[in-house]
């Protein structure tokens, strides 16, 4: 089955710090999801962006399916971004399963 | 977007017991779909649940341990049967609204075997 690899596995960032995290994956993908895993964890839907760029205040994401690889970028951190970021993918049509990521740990201190 | 309430939320359950998970959404889906995630680890699907016919287990998941329900097209239940502490985890069902679109996900039920 397809591999979806992220990295950094972990991160630390001062509180005000922008990041950018990276999702490669293995073959093509119809989908593709960002979530945020609260400390509660409950996954909240960041992303769907199976192609191009898209941007919620504070966060961005750019998927380039052609070279399997994906961005979430975090500008002006805060405490509360803290969690575990996942992509997600699905790689054929209709109603299939989602594949995870290993997903990124990342932790924001004031 | 999709509203999914499951229930409960969290529990502590004795060895060799079973715990149902119930999954209710907001609107009719066609496909529903249960994951585990284990401590540290990442979300694993267990197996995907179809109105009206079994439902479909991945690889190292099997009917006995994880038997599943789906009677109607907005609910569904996992029961994790026999329990042991290995099966702590965090559950979580999950839906797509349509063709080949976003999934969304219910809040989650975490369990702890005892």
């Known amino acids: 089955g397809i591999q979806v690899e992220q990295s950094p596995p972990d991160l630390i960032l001062q509180e005000g710090a922008n990041s950018t995290l990276r999702c490669n994956f293995s073959?093509?993908?119809?989908?593709l999801q960002w979530f945020h895993q609260n400390p509660w964890g409950q996954l909240i839907n960041l992303f769907y962006?199976?192609?191009g760029t898209k941007q919620n205040g504070r966060l961005s994401a750019t998927t380039v399916a052609t070279e399997r690889y994906s961005l979430l970028y975090i500008s002006s951190s805060q405490t509360t971004d803290s969690g575990v970021y996942f992509c997600a993918v699905t790689n054929s049509g209709g109603y299939q399963k989602v594949t995870f990521g290993t997903g990124t740990k990342l932790q924001v201190i004031p | 977007s999709a509203v999914i309430s499951q229930k409960p939320s969290r529990d502590i359950c004795q060895r060799g017991t079973s715990l149902t998970i119930q999954c209710q959404v907001d609107?009719?889906?066609?496909?529903m779909f249960w994951y585990r995630q284990q401590p540290g680890q990442s979300l694993t699907l267990i197996a995907t649940?179809?109105?009206?016919?079994?439902?479909?287990?991945e690889s190292g998941f099997v009917i006995d341990k994880f038997p599943i329900s789906r009677p109607n097209l907005t609910f569904s239940t996992l029961t994790v049967s026999n329990m042991s502490p290995e099966d702590s985890s965090i559950y979580l069902c999950?839906?797509?609204?349509?063709?080949?679109?976003?999934?969304?996900f219910g809040q989650g039920t975490r369990l702890t075997v005892v």
């Open positions: 073959d093509s993908v119809n989908n």
């Open positions: 962006i199976p192609s």
């Open positions: 649940a179809n109105q009206g016919s079994e439902a479909t287990y």
């Open positions: 999950s839906v797509e609204k349509g063709l080949n679109t976003e999934a969304f």
């Open positions: 609107s009719q889906v066609t496909m």
